[in-house]
C-alpha cells in the first residue's frame, strides 16, 4: 500500500461524477475528451517521476439530498462548510442532450497517482486516448478552483493526520474497540465469501499488513453502495467515524448475503412436485434450443389464443376462427401450412371487428372554423361538407353517399378528407389507387397462394385499428384492368351502401362490416371512372383557384409553412404581396397551387444559405463549465474500465439558442426573383405574339391540370386538296378538324372566301392545321369553334382578336353546342390575360360556378351558331358581313 505522501499546494482536477474515488482504491480510466487528455499530457505523460492529479467528486444540483458541503458561486458560506469559488463558477449547464442540468463540486476529494500510463490513436479519426490506472492516496480539501488552459486546477489543503496524531489516535479506547470489532466484522464476511467462491486469501493478508484506517477505506471500495454514501465515506476525516461507517457498512454486505442465502436453502426446501416438472421442462426446453427443436410455438399458440378471445370477434366469425385454430394446434411447426394459418389467425385477431372510435359531440361551428382555416375559397364545397355533417349529427347511422373531389392536383383534395376526419373526430386513412391493376390489392388474395396478402382495404383497417375511420380512397381515376382483373369493378361491392355490409376479402374468406366506414374519394378526371362506379358516388368538382385566392392561400398557409420547414421566420425573410403577385404571374399558370409553393420554397433555400453563411463568433467563457457527458463507471473492486468526459469549455445557453443574428430580414424584391426563380416563364405578350398573323386562333380546352389556353395554327400550301393534322390529336380532334374544314368550304361562297365559279378552296394546295405542344395529348370535342375561326382567318387573311379566346363544339349544320369545365377555362383565360370569351349560349347556366371577381374582369360573349362566333372574333365584327348573307 501507498506510504502517506507531501502534496502539493495546487493539483490538477479530473471530475469524477456521482463516483468517488476513496484512498486505497485502484481505477483504470480511458480518457478521450479534449480537456482530460490535455491534462493527462501535461501533469503525468510528459513528467518523469510520477505525477499526482486530485479526483474530486461532481454532482447534479437538482438532486434534492445533500450529504458534506459543495462549492456553489454565490450562495455564501453556510456554518464554515462551504467556500467561496474565485474567479469561477460551481453551477454548469450541460452541453448535449439536457442544456438545462446544473451540477455542483465537492468540497473534499483523493490525490490519486498513476501506476500506469498508455497511449493511443483511434483510427480513421486520429484522435489520441490514454488509458490511465490511478490508485487513490490521500483525501484533501480545496481551497480555491480555477481553470488552466481547458483544465481545471485547485489551492488544496491536506486532510490526514500526520504520524504523531495518527500513533496518538491509535493510542484511544474508543478506536482500539472500533478497530476489533471493524476486524471481526470483516474476517467475518471474508470466511463467508470464501465458502461461497472459495476465496479470500489475499484478502486475510491484507487484513493483517494494512493500518486498519486504509483497511475502511479499502473494503467499502469494493461495496455498491450509493453515492451519497460514497460521499459520507469520503467527508469522514475523522477514523472513529470513518471505521463506525466501515463496520456498518461491513455488516450491512454479510448480512444480506446470509439472508439471500437463507431464502434460497427456502426455496429449494419447499419445491414441490409441479415445480419440480416445471423445472425438469425447463431443460428440456434448454436441450431443445441446442439441438435446434425448439416448440417455444406451443406458448406462442396459446398467447394468439388468447388475444383472439378479445377480439371481440362476431360469433359466426369465432366459430371458424376456433375451427382453425384446433387445425393449427394439430400442425407442427415444420408443416408447410403451419406459418400461413397461424399469420391467418393474426390477422383475424388484430382487425377492429367491434371496436370503434367514440365519436366526438359534433360541433358544426367548429367544423366550419376548422374547414375555413384550413382552406381558403372553395366556399361550395365546404358547404356541401358542412350538409354532409349536419345529416351526420342529425343521424349518426345514416349511410350518406361517398363524396368524390374532382379537381386538378395541388387544389387540396386530400387534405379536404383529412378535416372531414378531424371535424368527425374519427381517425383517417389514406388508400392509394394510383396504378392498381390488380383485383386482388381491393379483394386480396386467396390464401392457397403462396405469398397471398389481404388487400388494401384490410391492411388499412388493421393499421388504423377501428372499424369506423374516414377512408380516402385516393386517385381512383387511375384504376386500370389487364387479364388479373378490374379493381374499379372490385370497388363497386365496396361503395354501394347496400353490399359492403358484408364484403368479403378473398384472403379472410369471411364476411366483414365495411358499413361503418365512411368513403371519401378523389380523382382528377371523371371520364375515365367507370359509369356503374360514378353512380355510386358524388361527384364535386374544385375547379381550382383565382390568381386573387392564390395571393391569399400564399399569404396566409404557403409562406408561414415554407419558412418553418425550412428554419427560417419573418425575422429572415419577407415576400411582400407584390412579389408573391409576380411569381403567380410570371412563373405559375396551374389550377392548384403546388407549383406557386416550390417557387416559394426555392426563394426560401436562398435565403437559408445567406443566413447560415453568415459568420457567428462563439465567445469561449472565462469560466468553468459543464460537464459534456455523464461520467460511465463501472464497480473500482474489479478494476474495470471507466469511459471519462471531463467538462469543456462551450457556449452559453443563450448563445446555443438563438446562434443567427441579422441586423434586418432579407426582403424579397424583382432583381431576387429572378436571380432565384430565373427570367419569367410567361408574360401578357404571350397571346398577341402568337395570333400576329393570320390563320391562328386561341382555344379553351380542359385538362386533368385544369383549364389551359391552346392556340390553333393553320397554314396553306401547294398539294393535292389533303388535310395534315398534327400536335398528338384523339380521334375526336381530328372529327371536329373535317367538320370545321367541311362546313368552311361549304360556305365559301357566302364568306367571300372564294368567287362562285371557285367553289373549291383546296383546289392545288393543302392544309395543314397544328395545335402547338405537340408532347402533351390531346382530344375532346371543344376545339370546333377554334379550329372553323383559324381557317376563316387564313383564307381571309384576317388576323383573330388577340384578347379573345373561345370554347365550343360546333356541327355540321353550323350550330354551337356546349361543353364541360367552363368555370376551369374561363380561369385560364384569366391567367393569360384574356379579356374576351366566346362560349356557347346554352353554358350560361355554368357561369354561375365562376367567381365575381373574374366575371368582372371579363367580356362574356354568348354564340348560338358558327356565324355568331366569327362575328365576334374579328376585330370590327365578321369583314365579309355586307356581302354576305351573315
Known amino acids: 500500500m501507498a506510504e502517506s505522501v507531501e502534496l502539493p499546494t495546487r493539483l490538477a482536477i479530473l471530475p469524477f461524477r456521482n463516483k468517488v474515488l476513496l484512498p486505497g482504491a485502484i481505477i483504470r480510466i480511458r480518457c478521450t475528451s479534449p480537456s482530460s ?251 431443445k434450443e441446442e439441438l435446434g427443436d425448439n416448440d417455444d410455438d406451443e406458448d406462442d399458440v396459446a398467447a394468439l389464443e388468447r388475444k383472439m378471445q378479445g377480439g371481440g370477434m362476431p360469433p359466426n366469425i369465432w366459430k371458424h376462427a376456433q375451427r382453425e385454430l384446433r387445425r393449427l394446434k394439430k400442425m407442427q411447426p415444420q408443416q408447410p401450412g403451419y406459418n400461413s394459418s397461424r399469420v391467418y389467425l393474426e390477422l383475424l385477431a388484430d382487425l377492429p371487428w367491434e371496436k370503434a372510435s367514440e365519436e366526438q359531440e359534433m360541433d358544426l361551428r367548429a367544423a366550419k372554423e376548422c374547414l375555413d382555416t384550413d382552406h381558403y375559397g372553395l366556399v361550395k364545397v365546404k358547404q356541401r361538407i358542412i350538409e354532409y355533417l349536419a345529416v351526420r349529427k342529425l343521424k349518426p347511422d345514416a349511410r350518406g353517399p361517398v363524396l368524390c373531389f374532382v379537381g386538378p392536383p395541388g387544389v387540396g383534395k386530400t387534405s379536404l378528407a383529412s378535416s372531414i376526419a378531424a371535424a368527425l373526430g374519427r381517425k383517417f386513412v389514406r388508400i392509394s389507387l394510383g396504378g392498381v391493376k390488380d383485383e386482388a390489392d381491393i379483394r386480396g388474395h386467396r390464401r392457397t397462394y403462396i405469398g397471398s396478402m389481404p388487400g388494401r382495404l384490410i391492411e388499412g383497417l388493421k393499421r388504423v385499428g377501428v372499424c369506423n375511420p374516414v377512408m380516402l380512397l385516393d386517385e381512383i381515376d387511375k384504376t386500370g384492368s389487364d387479364i388479373r382483373g378490374d379493381p374499379a369493378s372490385a370497388l363497386l361491392e365496396v361503395l354501394d351502401p347496400e353490399q359492403n355490409k358484408t364484403f368479403n376479402d378473398h ?229 371536329s378538324a373535317q367538320i370545321a374544314l367541311t362546313w368552311v368550304r361549304a360556305r365559301a361562297a357566302e364568306l367571300r372566301l372564294a368567287s362562285a365559279a371557285e367553289t373549291n378552296l383546296l383546289e392545288g394546295r393543302d392544309i395543314h392545321i397544328h395545335f402547338p405542344a405537340g408532347a402533351v395529348p390531346k382530344d375532346g370535342p371543344s376545339a370546333g369553334v377554334t379550329l372553323v375561326t383559324a381557317i376563316v382567318s387564313l383564307f381571309s387573311q384576317r388576323r383573330v382578336r388577340a384578347d379573345t379566346a373561345m370554347t365550343g363544339e360546333m356541327t355540321l349544320r353550323g350550330l354551337v353546342l356546349p361543353v364541360g369545365g367552363i368555370k376551369d377555362k374561363i380561369l385560364a383565360a384569366h391567367r393569360y390575360g384574356i379579356k374576351r370569351v366566346i362560349l356557347p349560349e346554352r353554358n350560361l347556366k355554368d357561369l354561375v360556378e365562376v367567381p365575381g371577381a373574374v366575371l368582372a374582369s371579363l367580356e362574356i360573349l354568348l354564340a348560338k351558331r358558327v356565324e355568331d362566333v366569327l362575328e365576334q372574333a374579328f376585330e370590327g365584327g365578321c369583314p365579309w358581313k355586307q356581302q354576305s348573307k351573315l
Open 37 to 287: 487528455v490535455k491534462l493527462v499530457e501535461q501533469e503525468l505523460w510528459q513528467r518523469e517521476e510520477k505525477g499526482l492529479i486530485g479526483i474530486l467528486p461532481v454532482r447534479d444540483a437538482n438532486e434534492t439530498a445533500s450529504v458534506g458541503p459543495v462549492l456553489s458561486q454565490g450562495m455564501g458560506t453556510e456554518s464554515g462548510s462551504r467556500t467561496q469559488v474565485s474567479s469561477s463558477e460551481s453551477f454548469h449547464k450541460l452541453d448535449g442532450k439536457n442544456q438545462q442540468e446544473v451540477i455542483q463540486w465537492h468540497t473534499k476529494g483523493v490525490a490519486a497517482r498513476a501506476l500506469h500510463l498508455s497511449r493511443g490513436v483511434e483510427k480513421p479519426s486520429g484522435r489520441v486516448t490514454y488509458i490511465v490506472v490511478l490508485e487513490g492516496l490521500c483525501r484533501f480539501s480545496v481551497q480555491e478552483l480555477s481553470t488552466r488552459g481547458t483544465y481545471y486546477t485547485a489551492r488544496i489543503s491536506p486532510l490526514d493526520m500526520t504520524k504523531a496524531e495518527m500513533e496518538q489516535a491509535e493510542q484511544n479506547p474508543d478506536f482500539i474497540a472500533l478497530s476489533r470489532q471493524f476486524k471481526a466484522t470483516a474476517t467475518e464476511l471474508i470466511s463467508v465469501l470464501e465458502q461461497k467462491q472459495k476465496t479470500g486469501g489475499r484478502t486475510k493478508v491484507l487484513l493483517e499488513t494494512v493500518p486498519v484506517h486504509k483497511l475502511a477505506d479499502i473494503f467499502v471500495a469494493s461495496f455498491e453502495i450509493s453515492f451519497e454514501e460514497q460521499l459520507s465515506m469520503l467527508d469522514s476525516v475523522d477514523l472513529k467515524v470513518r471505521l463506525s461507517k466501515a463496520t456498518e457498512l461491513v455488516d450491512r454486505h454479510l448480512q444480506s448475503i446470509r439472508v439471500a442465502e437463507k431464502i434460497t436453502q427456502k426455496v429449494e426446501g419447499q419445491l414441490s412436485k409441479s415445480q419440480k416438472e416445471f423445472l425438469l421442462r425447463q431443460q428440456m426446453r434448454a436441450i
Open 507 to 735: 384472403y379472410l374468406n369471411v364476411p366483414f362490416d365495411l358499413s361503418k366506414v365512411i368513403f371519401v374519394a378523389t380523382a382528377n378526371r371523371v371520364q375515365p371512372i367507370p359509369p356503374p362506379l360514378l353512380d355510386r358516388m358524388e361527384v364535386i368538382e374544385l375547379p381550382g383557384y383565382t390568381p386573387e385566392e392564390k395571393l391569399k392561400i400564399a399569404m396566409r398557409h404557403l409562406i408561414p409553412r415554407v419558412l418553418d420547414q425550412h428554419g427560417l421566420s419573418s425575422e429572415f425573410l419577407k415576400i411582400p404581396e407584390d412579389m408573391v403577385k409576380l411569381v403567380i404571374q410570371r412563373y405559375t399558370r396551374e389550377a392548384g397551387v403546388r407549383n406557386l409553393e416550390r417557387n416559394l420554397a426555392a426563394l426560401a433555400r436562398a435565403a437559408a444559405v445567406r443566413v447560415a453563411e453568415q459568420e457567428h463568433d462563439v465567445s469561449l467563457g472565462k469560466d468553468v463549465h459543464q460537464l459534456a457527458s455523464p461520467i460511465m463507471s463501472s464497480r473500482l473492486a474489479n478494476g474495470a474500465e471507466v469511459e471519462m468526459e471531463d467538462i469543456p469549455m462551450s457556449v452559453s445557453n443563450r448563445e446555443i439558442s438563438n446562434p443567427f443574428r441579422i441586423s434586418s430580414p432579407l426582403a424579397v424584391d424583382e432583381a431576387m426573383l429572378e436571380k432565384v426563380l430565373g427570367p419569367p416563364r410567361f408574360d401578357d405578350r404571350e397571346t398577341a405574339e402568337r395570333v400576329a398573323t393570320a390563320g391562328v386562333s386561341v382555344g379553351l380546352v380542359w385538362t386533368t391540370f385544369g383549364g389551359e389556353v391552346q392556340f390553333v395554327e393553320a397554314t396553306a400550301m401547294v398539294g393535292k386538296g389533303d388535310l395534315h393534322l398534327t400536335g398528338q390529336l384523339g380521334d375526336v380532334i381530328k372529327e
